[in-house]
């Protein structure tokens, strides 16, 4: 027998893995079909035992998140994955049987006598893309809007992150049968027939581009979606603020803390900011002063992750090397002085003086490089948010109310955050989700059971039928009187 050779074996691997995803698809339809509505206590009871397996095997996923990453926190993975995870799922558990209670609504006086609500139904099957950045949370996340909300659903992780699919795999699978909830893995060849699945909804978390071609396969099969991309995140430091004042330092240690949390490689991370040009050389002194107090060193530091993989490492020079070669101002946050050869370490760089054309300024970066941007009126800082694509997340620093509202009144994102970066995300009582190119629906909490829900309007009317005065053959007295009261 001749060998098979490796290009073919992995054709063979990747039609069996979409055969199996397929045939896991049928199944959970057919899991739904033959119970369409869990009660508010099984709901809880799988949430409950999600919380607990997350709890047992955070060691486990720490480590296999560590492996895809190279170097990944664990603090990080702890206080931006586990504890986000936990406290969605408490948050969802204790408010469960409020969610699910039909909504009594009005009927109008023309219907009476009648009684009308809003139910809130499962969908059916949800579809899941996760991104690789943070693997957990965003596979968690999710599942547990889609579990509170009375669902089935088939998980597609990162084929970046291949350790923490297995150990997520292992863990789901030890909690539920696969016609629940199952983890699918594979190349882009198999999360490109995944988002052709007909789900009854689907939640993709990426990149804008591939967001494009997963809705575009999503609406052959009517299937709603939704997008949660990125994009240029603005962090705007007010110009009333004063370049010797405490609050540059506050701005600073701040926007140093989003930017270099997973190394920059977060979907809300601060991608620029715009500055006064009277507080540009102060803001720059402070972010050295934070940065290097929250990471002195480097290269053998636990608490500074690498670069997932060689592609995004050698995408991250090539931005830097562009922006070098056409004169930008490039500062390397490197306190240690060290050398980073054999490593997917990218130190903290604060750019400054770059120019439109540069790459820098041209797309999301996804990583632990901050261009300065400069503006003399505040106007003008809003123009430039409002001349770019609508962003996931904006940040404004400064105490002057008015500059305050005209963010908010003035500019479109995702989610906004005054004096602060990222935080807004792990809020179990604010929806996430994006705008125009970062994004479109929403999940978390109430928005997230709302996502995954049909909301079911329901008429209820009993014998008696106040609308056969209205049925044919139309005319006569009382119509016309009904007219005279109703249409006016």
């Known amino acids: 027998m001749s060998p098979v050779s490796t290009a073919t074996?992995?054709?063979?691997?990747?039609?069996?893995?979409?055969?199996?995803?397929?045939?896991?698809?049928?199944?959970?339809?057919?899991?739904?079909?033959?119970?369409?509505?869990?009660?508010?206590?099984?709901?809880?009871?799988?949430?409950?035992?999600?919380?607990?397996?997350?709890?047992?095997?955070?060691?486990?996923?720490?480590?296999?998140?560590?492996?895809?990453?190279?170097?990944?926190?664990?603090?990080?993975?702890?206080?931006?994955?586990?504890?986000p995870s936990i406290e969605g799922i408490k948050y969802a558990k204790k408010r469960i049987r409020k969610w699910m209670r039909p909504s009594r609504r009005k009927v109008g006086l023309a219907f009476q006598p009648a009684k009308a609500r809003v139910e809130y139904q499962p969908l059916g099957v949800v579809g899941i893309i996760v991104p690789w950045n943070y693997p957990l949370y965003l596979a968690i996340g999710p599942l547990v809007a889609a579990l509170a909300a009375g669902n089935r659903a088939l998980i597609k992780m990162s084929e970046f992150t291949p350790n923490t699919a297995a150990a997520l795999a292992k863990l789901i699978g030890n909690l539920f049968p696969a016609s629940e909830v199952a983890i699918i893995t594979g190349e882009a060849e198999v999360a490109a027939e995944f988002s052709k699945l007909p789900f009854d909804h689907l939640l993709f978390t990426g990149g804008t581009s591939i967001?494009?071609?997963?809705?575009?396969?999503?609406?052959?099969?009517?299937?709603?979606?939704?997008?949660?991309?990125g994009g240029k995140s603005p962090a705007i430091i007010g110009h009333g603020t004063d370049g010797n004042s405490i609050d540059i330092a506050t701005a600073a240690e701040r926007i140093a803390f989003g930017k270099a949390l997973n190394a920059g490689q977060t979907c809300v991370a601060p991608d620029y900011v715009l500055c006064p040009e009277h507080a540009k050389d102060a803001l720059v002194a402070e972010l050295k002063v934070h940065l290097t107090r929250m990471y002195p060193t480097l290269l053998n530091n636990p608490d500074y992750t690498w670069i997932i993989n060689n592609k995004q490492f050698d995408r991250l020079h090539g931005v830097l090397q562009n922006a070098i070669s056409q004169g930008a101002n490039v500062i390397s946050v490197n306190p240690a002085n060290e050398s980073f050869t054999g490593t997917r370490i990218i130190p903290p760089t604060l750019i400054t003086d770059a120019t439109e054309d540069m790459d820098v300024l041209q797309s999301e970066i996804f990583g632990p490089i901050l261009p300065i941007v400069t503006y003399r009126e505040f106007s003008e800082a809003l123009t430039y948010v409002r001349s770019g694509d609508r962003p996931l997340a904006l940040y404004y620093f400064g105490a002057n109310k008015t500059e305050q509202n005209a963010v908010l009144k003035t500019t479109h994102s995702g989610g906004v955050c005054i004096n602060d970066t990222v935080f807004h995300v792990a809020q179990d009582d604010l929806p996430f989700g994006g705008v125009g190119a970062s994004g479109m629906g929403h999940y978390h909490g109430h928005e997230g059971f709302l996502t995954f829900s049909k909301a079911r309007a329901v008429l209820r009317k009993g014998k008696l039928n106040s609308a056969r005065f209205v049925y044919p053959p139309y005319g006569g007295k009382l119509l016309n009187t009904i007219y005279k009261l109703f249409i006016r």
Do not use: C, K, Y
Not at 26 to 35: G, L, V, W, Y
Not at 51 to 68: F, T, V
């Open 9 to 83: 074996l992995t054709s063979a691997q990747e039609t069996a893995t979409i055969a199996a995803m397929q045939q896991l698809f049928s199944d959970q339809q057919n899991d739904f079909a033959n119970a369409p509505f869990w009660q508010a206590h099984q709901r809880i009871e799988r949430l409950e035992h999600l919380q607990a397996a997350l709890l047992a095997e955070q060691e486990m996923l720490i480590q296999a998140i560590n492996d895809d990453f190279g170097r990944r926190s664990a603090d990080e993975t702890r206080l931006a994955e586990l504890l």
């Open 211 to 229: 967001g494009r071609h997963v809705m575009r396969a999503a609406a052959e099969n009517l299937t709603p979606v939704t997008l949660e991309l």
